[in-house]
């Protein structure tokens, strides 16, 4: 598994041999792979989820240690948030390189998509509860929440990885919330 992560970052999911992986795994053969993956697919998709994982409980655990007054507004705890979510960015940088690079198999491959479909949903849900508060419990509102948040991160993370000088910072992110949905600033939704 470890050998599947380290070329996972270092060539990328498409350019990923079996070859690559059993070499940087000492020499484990082709046919060990997959006995116990099936595939190679299948343990870079494993590799991706289990990186993936590990980078989610350390979010879950530095947002659930953020230090804010009893009165800070939802402002103020979004651009807190972010500024925890957008500092991990550099200290995973190889994983977000690697998401993006399955997106481009997603057409080529039925199983990465339903792969990513599953990990996109467990992502939404679990952003959804860090986000939402311990107070809440209604799932759509949790769901919501966890659907704006990760659409905002997919997007933040694109920009980080393609022109990281120019990427969002957290209090651009909170002006921005403020301005769209302050008066006149959005449609109505219901």
Known sequence: MAAARHCLYEKGYARTTLRDITKAAGGVSMAAVGYHFGSKEALLD???????????????????????????????????????IIGSFEDHRQLWSATFDVLGQIDHQPKVREYLAVGLQEARDGIGRLLAGPDETDPAVIRDIG????????????????????????????RALSRVTSKGGAATVS
């Open 46 to 84: 494993q590799a991706l989820a289990d990186a993936s994982a590990e980078w989610g409980r350390a979010l879950g655990a530095a947002l659930a240690g953020l230090e804010l007054p009893p009165d800070a507004t939802p402002l103020e705890r979004f651009e807190a948030a972010w500024s925890q």
């Open 147 to 174: 659907t704006f948040h990760q659409a905002l991160l997919t997007g933040v993370m694109a920009q980080q990885l393609i022109d990281p000088e120019n990427a969002p910072t957290a209090a651009e992110l909170t």
